[in-house]
């Protein structure tokens, strides 16, 4: 017990920094409370951040692998109790709403029954004897955006008792229940669910994205995941944030035909320094990689295929230009040279971090980079 | 010369360094770490609300993607939290010049001194947010949410209401 001590450092508003010792088989919560003793901030209103995530009160703190002389932020907020009045209220009185679905008319659920053939929900048990009605595109935005429906819905993936009804009673399901426990758990999915004012390509493409995640880490079982339904979808669907698809084809595509992607591909595209367009005077592409050759398109392929799929190996990918930097930019190192720039260690350096812009090179040396 | 030729070995150790920084003696307004211990390409942001400002007491949730040929290349910022701001895309992608890499102008305006350039960190890319989320009327040159660039300039009153709105959330949901 005593060898899991670790010493925390805990970084508050308005210059607050602490020092906690604590074991990392206590929680959150434990952690809050021993915050609040030396400080003013009750527990209730402290939020924990540590590595990009909010510390949840009741995870052990060994959860998130804090180790000594870390440092966690403490942020100031409002009380866990005044902000989940509300919905706690709502919440209880029906605590199995599934077990009504279907038979009242003003419950939400039963709603979707009636309407919900398409999207998130299709192919996970409560509802798979609905009725669908394809037909009406604005049925899931409604839905979407009314707080009852939201509510009630995040209620019950929060019920670890539906829960357990839903994967019980789909084989399925049960084949792979702790992931499904934690998709359901997880604060994206719940996110997802309430996300009101976004239109239903967004929500597709989010679960698109979700979807393929989950093949990356899960692997066989989720072939027949519960949101292949909605990732298939999506193929057909004219989604416009899409990043995955559009993304996808500018790889295959040429440069000339980047003008008309980039209206509807949103992600500057990272591979695009490795083509520096003609007119930075540069005449060196001649010495730059062919961006027709075959397996540079496969590289690319399979770094922007690592995106979806939780990005893959990354330390597998093979490095994009073999050849050395002093081949690739001759002619860059030339220009360099005969600007005045004598330096040619430095002159590599520059154009090794500017993708061979031999503008941007120059800034980056009158900087003082690559020293 | 002699470190650079092959990028994969300096950006792991790049990485890692900066992580241990930022878990040790992290900086004021987010925090940073892995998604998954094994892969130093993909870290999970919190950005806490800048007090004073709009977002603040929002709780915002990003993830940073690194190309394999980082430094060089910029990483790609996504937010997760549901965002409304003319310079990120409704899928939550987040679109500043610094984050642009250099030797394509593929906006038309930006200088390649504004853009992508090695030197910056995790660090300098979150600060630049962090501002961006920060100003009172943000910059709508062009944006990357069209809608909300027009809001900001017609209707900055629903504009700010909705952010708030979405702040609220994020609060809520941290809990």
């Known amino acids: 017990m005593s060898d899991s001590q670790i010493q925390i450092n805990v970084k508050g508003p308005s210059e607050l920094k602490l020092q906690i010792t604590i074991s990392t088989d206590k929680t959150v ?7 609040a003793e030396k400080s003013d901030v009750e527990a209730d209103r402290q939020r924990l951040i540590y590595s990009g995530k909010v510390l949840k009160d009741e995870d052990l703190l060994s959860v998130y692998k804090i180790q000594s002389s870390h440092t966690i932020h403490m942020v100031k907020g409002v009380s866990r109790s005044a902000a989940s009045a509300s919905t706690q209220q709502a919440a209880t009185p029906q605590s199995l709403p599934t077990m009504q679905a279907g038979q009242n008319p003003h419950d939400p659920l039963t709603q979707i029954n009636g309407h919900m053939g398409f999207g998130a929900m299709a192919g996970f048990n409560p509802f798979a004897d609905m009725g669908v009605n394809q037909n009406d595109p604005n049925m899931m935005q409604n839905l979407m955006n ?5 509510q009630q819905m995040s209620s019950v993936m929060s019920n670890p008792a539906v829960l357990d009804h839903v994967i019980a009673s789909n084989p399925q399901l049960s084949a792979i229940a702790p992931q499904v426990r934690e998709v359901f758990q997880s604060e994206q999915f719940r996110q997802m669910m309430q996300s009101t004012n976004r239109s239903n390509p967004e929500a597709l493409s989010s679960m698109l ?13 989720f072939s027949n995941n519960p949101f292949g339904g909605g990732a298939a979808r999506t193929g057909a669907f004219p989604a416009p944030g899409l990043p995955s698809t559009g993304v996808a084809t500018s790889t295959t595509s040429t440069t000339s035909t980047e003008g008309q992607q980039q209206s509807q ?6 591979f695009a320094g490795f083509f520096p367009p003609p007119q930075t005077g540069t005449t060196g592409t001649g010495a730059l990689p062919n961006p027709f050759d075959p397996a540079m ?15 893959g190996a990354p330390p597998a990918a093979a490095p994009a230009v073999t050849t050395s930097p002093e081949e690739r930019f001759q002619v860059q190192l030339q220009q360099l040279q005969d600007m005045g720039f004598t330096n040619a260690a430095q002159n590599v350096r520059a154009l090794l971090a500017t993708a061979g812009n031999v503008h941007s090179a120059i800034e980056y040396i009158l900087s003082g980079g690559g020293l | 010369m002699s470190k650079s030729s092959t990028p994969q070995p300096s950006n792991s150790l790049l990485l890692r360094r900066q992580l241990t920084e930022l878990t040790k003696r992290p900086v004021e307004g987010f925090s940073a770490g892995l998604v998954d211990d094994d892969n130093l390409y993909e870290w999970d942001v919190m950005i806490i609300g800048p007090p004073d400002t709009l977002s603040e007491g929002g709780f915002f949730k990003a993830r940073l993607t690194f190309p394999p040929e980082y430094p060089l290349l910029p990483p790609k910022m996504r937010f997760i939290t549901p965002m409304w701001h003319p ?27 504004e853009r992508w350039m090695p030197v910056h960190t995790v660090e300098t890319i979150l600060v630049s947010v962090i501002s961006l989320l920060s100003s009172e009327t943000p910059n709508t040159d062009s944006p990357a949410n069209v809608d909300a660039a027009k809001e900001v300039r017609t209707d900055i009153s629903t504009y700010k209401k909705k952010v708030r709105r979405l702040v609220r959330r994020s609060a809520e949901e941290s809990i």
């Open chain 2, 87 to 113: 310079n990120i895309y409704s899928d939550g992608v987040v679109c500043i010049s610094i984050l642009h890499a250099p030797g394509d102008d593929q906006y038309g305006y930006e200088d390649a001194g």
């Open chain 1, 265 to 270: 591909q949103p992600p500057p595209n990272p």
């Open chain 1, 29 to 35: 919560l434990e952690l809050k409370q021993a915050i």
């Open chain 1, 146 to 150: 009314s707080p009852d429906f939201l």
């Open chain 1, 209 to 221: 994205q979700m979807s393929s995640a989950l093949q990356g880490m899960g692997g066989g079982p």
């Open chain 1, 297 to 311: 398109i496969r590289q690319m392929q399979a770094a922007f295929g690592g995106f979806g799929g939780g990005f």
